[in-house]
């Protein structure tokens, strides 16, 4: 048993690990590592909107903000045609066409739209452009990115021109803007939705991400990154594209008069039940070491528990450690596949309400936005509830790894003495 479990630590610090990196340092994936980063302000403005909005159920002279989340969330598509390219290019090393794959993104998208003009105004579906559009705009923002690095790693002009270099990026821009714009208008043309289109495609895809086994996996596999320190980043780009789809969903489903049915949503994950403390659900074991006996463990629960309270959890993670230390591990992965199984449970029976809002505020310390994501006081009952056995799961892991730290801590204190 020990020999297995020594390979697998083996093949997991090695080929997985190479492997993994490798994936999460390719450019096409940092480019929407960061796009998302970068995008994130535009969401969370859409979030406090979308908040402050709610409070309309109760105080009427609250302001209605729905056009701020309009054009902040609710342009997301437009966001990330533009933002993707650009990292591409950056990623590429090739600086001096960012702009211009990213304006040739916004073009593209918008010609896709099959916008209709008439007397000097333009109408076009506003889906296209926000969350509706988000999978298009991912999909065009890779593809204008691979399409003008290939191109502008060899260019028109030779490297030795004597032409100024502003003139040579204007004429070399000029073939591939023509050409990506001029597609799209024809695609669009010849009466080809890609909307509509890519809708059907991942539908599938988001069928089982949407079941008990794809939000449960999607969940753990992140987890599983993060403990072995590797970025979750490599499986998260796939859960927000689904997550943003999600609760854009349910918005318009509460709005007609039904119920919400989308459980993997940021606002289930991040805000509501999945994270208390940071992935994995390490505020209840940072508790635990606030109350270790272990001089190390103690200092170290003091320096994480403020972080903790805004769900940042590194310090716990890469302090006591958790990361690639196998008596915590086990208890970590084990909250990452109970946890999540017993919220998808309860959601799925209507214990608690399915989030209906947009609320991505995944640092605001919880059980708070655990409240605001949908205010139903079951859900911080059942917060409550998580956080005990969350606590009592850790428990008998961290007494083990606290009492192997404190024979450490007393051999070094008897050296010192001796």
Same mark, same amino acid.
């Given at each position: 048993?020990?020999?297995?479990?020594?390979?697998?630590?083996?093949?997991?610090?090695? *080929?997985?690990?190479?492997?993994?990196?490798?994936?999460?340092?390719?450019? /096409?994936?940092?480019?929407?590592?960061?796009?998302?980063?970068?995008?994130?302000?535009?969401?969370?403005?859409?979030?406090?909107?979308?908040?402050?909005?709610?409070?309309?159920?109760?105080?009427?002279?609250?302001?209605?903000?729905?056009?701020?989340?309009?054009?902040?969330?609710?342009?997301?598509?437009?966001?990330?045609?533009?933002?993707?390219?650009?990292?591409?290019?950056?990623?590429?090393?090739?600086?001096?066409?960012?702009?211009?794959?990213?304006?040739?993104?916004?073009?593209?998208?918008?010609?896709?739209?099959?916008?209709?003009?008439?007397?000097?105004?333009?109408?076009?579906?506003?889906?296209?452009?926000?969350?509706?559009?988000?999978?298009?705009?991912?999909?065009?923002?890779?593809?204008?990115?691979?399409?003008?690095?290939?191109?502008?790693?060899?260019?028109?002009?030779?490297?030795?021109?004597?032409?100024?270099?502003?003139?040579?990026?204007?004429?070399?821009?000029?073939?591939?803007?023509?050409?990506?714009?001029?597609?799209?208008?024809?695609?669009?043309?010849?009466?080809?939705?890609?909307?509509?289109?890519?809708?059907?495609?991942?539908?599938?895809?988001?069928?089982?991400?949407?079941?008990?086994?794809?939000?449960?996996?999607?969940?753990?596999?992140?987890?599983?990154?993060?403990?072995?320190?590797?970025?979750?980043?490599?499986?998260?780009?796939?859960?927000?594209?689904?997550?943003?789809?999600?609760?854009?969903?349910?918005?318009?489903?509460?709005?007609?008069?039904?119920?919400?049915?989308?459980?993997?949503?940021?606002?289930?994950?991040?805000?509501?039940?999945?994270?208390?403390?940071?992935?994995?659900?390490?505020?209840?074991?940072?508790?635990?070491?606030?109350?270790?006996?272990?001089?190390?463990?103690?200092?170290?629960?003091?320096?994480?528990?403020?972080?903790?309270?805004?769900?940042?959890?590194?310090?716990?993670? /890469?302090?006591?450690?958790?990361?690639?230390?196998?008596?915590?591990?086990? *208890?970590?992965?084990?909250?990452?596949?109970?946890?999540?199984?017993?919220?998808?449970?309860?959601?799925?029976?209507?214990?608690?309400?399915?989030?209906?809002?947009?609320?991505?505020?995944?640092?605001?310390?919880?059980?708070?936005?655990?409240?605001?994501?949908?205010?139903?006081?079951?859900?911080?009952?059942?917060?409550?509830?998580?956080?005990?056995?969350?606590?009592?799961?850790?428990?008998?892991?961290?007494?083990?790894?606290?009492?192997?730290?404190?024979?450490?801590?007393?051999?070094?204190?008897?050296?010192?003495?001796?």
């Amino acid at each position: 048993m020990k020999n297995i479990y020594e390979r697998i630590t083996a093949w997991l610090a090695g *080929p997985f690990s190479t492997k993994i990196s490798r994936f999460t340092q390719n450019a /096409y994936v940092m480019a929407i590592q960061n796009g998302f980063q970068t995008v994130l302000p535009m969401i969370l403005v859409g979030s406090i909107a979308s908040l402050i909005n709610t409070l309309r159920n109760f105080w009427e002279w609250v302001p209605d903000l729905s056009l701020v989340n309009q054009y902040s969330f609710g342009l997301i598509g437009i966001f990330l045609v533009f933002i993707l390219p650009y990292n591409i290019m950056e990623n590429k090393k090739q600086n001096r066409a960012k702009l211009i794959s990213g304006f040739t993104g916004v073009s593209v998208l918008l010609a896709l739209c099959n916008p209709v003009f008439s007397d000097g105004s333009i109408s076009l579906n506003a889906g296209y452009i926000g969350t509706g559009g988000m999978t298009v705009g991912l999909l065009v923002g890779l593809l204008i990115g691979a399409i003008f690095a290939v191109y502008f790693k060899h260019g028109l002009f030779s490297k030795d021109t004597s032409l100024p270099s502003i003139v040579v990026n204007w004429f070399e821009s000029i073939v591939p803007v023509f050409l990506v714009i001029g597609i799209a208008i024809l695609i669009a043309g010849y009466g080809v939705n890609l909307f509509d289109l890519m809708e059907e495609v991942v539908s599938p895809i988001a069928a089982i991400g949407n079941t008990y086994l794809g939000f449960v996996l999607l969940y753990f596999i992140m987890a599983l990154c993060y403990s072995l320190g590797l970025s979750a980043w490599a499986v998260y780009p796939i859960f927000l594209a689904l997550a943003l789809n999600n609760i854009a969903a349910n918005i318009d489903m509460v709005a007609a008069g039904k119920d919400a049915v989308f459980i993997t949503t940021v606002e289930v994950v991040f805000c509501g039940w999945c994270c208390m403390g940071g992935m994995g659900c390490t505020m209840p074991l940072n508790i635990q070491m606030l109350r270790s006996k272990s001089k190390k463990i103690n200092a170290i629960g003091k320096a994480a528990i403020f972080p903790s309270l805004f769900n940042i959890n590194e310090p716990v993670m /890469y302090g006591l450690p958790v990361v690639w230390n196998p008596i915590m591990m086990i *208890p970590y992965l084990l909250v990452s596949f109970i946890v999540p199984s017993l919220v998808y449970l309860v959601l799925t029976v209507g214990f608690v309400d399915i989030p209906a809002r947009a609320f991505q505020m995944n640092f605001l310390p919880q059980p708070i936005a655990t409240f605001l994501i949908n205010y139903d006081f079951r859900g911080v009952i059942f917060w409550i509830l998580l956080f005990m056995l969350i606590y009592l799961i850790y428990l008998p892991f961290f007494k083990v790894y606290e009492n192997q730290e404190m024979k450490k801590e007393a051999a070094e204190e008897g050296k010192e003495t001796v």
